[in-house]
């Protein structure tokens, strides 16, 4: 978000953000640690499947998604604030944005996955998160 000049306003900056899918950010370079320490093989990107999850494993169907807790609005999270300025835009933007992040999973779901989410702040417990992704992922 640093890049960005405080000067845009909120519409513009979120459309800005929207356009911005981040590949490869650090959330997502400690699951994909994880995975590969639990050898099990992924995919990046799949575009073709709804929501275009980060990782993928199409054989095996299960999706993993690494949301940011800001954007996604991780509920009860200290990450996931509203702006004070336009806050009525933000509080639907963020709506908004759990709304399709909700209709993506029950999409795959439908499809026969298994979809993981992971919070950008449990990567700050690498152990806690691969013991779940171990839960979830590992078997079947
Ligand atoms: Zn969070």
Redesign the pocket.
Known sequence: MSGIPSVVTDPERSRLMTRVRQKGTAPELVVRGILRSLHLGYRLQARDLPGSPDIVNRRRRWAVFVHG?YWHH?TS?R??TVPKRNHEFWTAKFAANRRRDARVVRDLRRRGYRVVIV????TAAPDVLAARLERILAHR
């Open positions: 807790c991780h999270c990450r996931a919070w950008e702040c449990e």
